[in-house]
């Protein structure tokens, strides 16, 4: 396959990839890196397509434009695979001004005819740009993407090695332009090409591929997440179960299970409404996950009734957080619509015995929870021991607001 061929064929596979990378842009907005990257691909449509028109537009269109707009392309493509990786916005303007520098000393060395040098500063920036990439790719930790981002480094490191080898090229001076013939009359100019526009596509591929998993990744994660308050939904908790399971057998660690019910909440929702019945719900969600380590979970299992389940945690340190819980309930107060909602919780708390089941667990625990709800509510039951605190002092505290699909705030304490 000669240049020509491959490059029609890199032309067509840029404008293939710009369109699904739109597309995947549009169809989940919420995806910012796919969007940074949909513009790297279009951006660098744009520069393939001037570079093709060399005999019919001026030199400063085909190469500077076409250089300038290859710099915004990394540029663009850095936003978005770092979008994937560290899901944080850039902390300072240092690295654009840096950018748009070199893009401005490579316009004045083109308009100065420093053919040796310019090429050199138009692909500093890439260097550069893909030197942190690799290292940001490299250093990654989301199980997700260890494979792309080890493939993205790799394509990202033979790309750096095939543009400093053509800046070595530049430097040196190509002969076939003393000679007033094209630099693609020196195979190794072309050649050098022909592997940049390979390890280009190759990095589309990784573009959709980063893209598509993290997509299929948030689907997946709403489709275990209760739509109203955030904690996992049955069919998750089971999963996350059957895991922990597993894993507290092979450990040979303590694994804790506990069914809560909020008290009395079919009065919350006669006095104040579903609209205050799920303001109700979500700060209730809110308060166990301020008070659960990252390893813990909650679920929603019913209309007002959870699961929590606690690895490494035996009945008694169970039963401590769950006090710690009932307690921070009881003091909550809920302001919605200018009335304030106050409800409690009982649970049952239980520990994984050999052999169990998650079926067994969550059978016993729920015992236990009815006979919470049988000994006053508002306390909790481990394994036939009811455990009562004493009324606490109220202590309203005012916290952040949270906004459901009514007017409503939520305050704790």
Known sequence: ?????????????????????????????????????????????????????????????????????????????????RWFVVRKPLRSWTGPILVGIAMVAYLGMFFEKMRLFSFSMAALPVLTICTILVWIML?????RF?????????????????????????????????????????????????????????????????????????????????????????????????????????????????????????????????????????????????HLRAEDAIARIGGEEFVLMLPGTDTPTAA??????????EQMRIHYEGKMIVTTVSAGVTERQSGDPITAMLKRADGLLYQAKSNGRNCIVVDENVVHSPKPVLVERFGPQRHLAAKKSVSTG
Not at 320 to 328: G, H, K, N, P, Y
């Open 320 to 329: 401590q957080i769950v006090e710690r819980l009932r307690s921070a309930l």
């Open 146 to 290: 260890v494979i792309p981002a080890r493939l993205t480094a790799a394509f990202l490191s033979i790309h750096l090695i095939a543009l400093a080898y053509r800046c070595w090229l530049s430097l040196l001076g190509i002969p076939a332009l003393s000679s007033g013939l094209s630099p693609w009359a020196d195979p190794r100019w072309m050649y050098s090409m022909l592997v940049i526009m390979l390890i280009a596509y190759c990095l589309l591929l990784m573009y959709v591929l980063f893209t598509v998993m993290e997509m299929h990744s948030t689907v997946a994660h709403a489709a275990g997440v209760d739509a109203l308050t955030g904690a996992l939904n049955r069919r998750a908790l089971m999963k996350h179960a059957a895991r922990e399971l597993v894993r507290s057998e092979r450990l040979a660690r303590p694994l804790a299970v506990v069914v809560m019910d909020l008290d009395n909440f079919k009065r919350v929702n006669d006095t104040h409404g579903h609209g205050g019945g799920d303001v109700a719900l979500c700060a209730f969600v809110d308060l166990v996950k301020e």
């Open 1 to 81: 396959m000669d240049y020509t061929t491959s490059y029609i064929f890199f032309l067509v596979s840029l404008g293939l990839f710009a369109v699904v990378l739109l597309s995947l842009a549009l169809l989940d907005r919420s995806v910012v890196g796919a969007r940074w990257l949909a513009y790297a691909t279009l951006t660098d449509l744009l520069k393939t397509t001037l570079q093709g028109i060399q005999s019919h537009a001026p030199r400063f269109v085909t190469v500077c434009l076409a250089n300038e707009l290859n710099i915004l392309a990394f540029f663009f493509m850095f936003l978005g695979l």
């Open 139 to 143: 250093r990654q930790k989301d199980g």
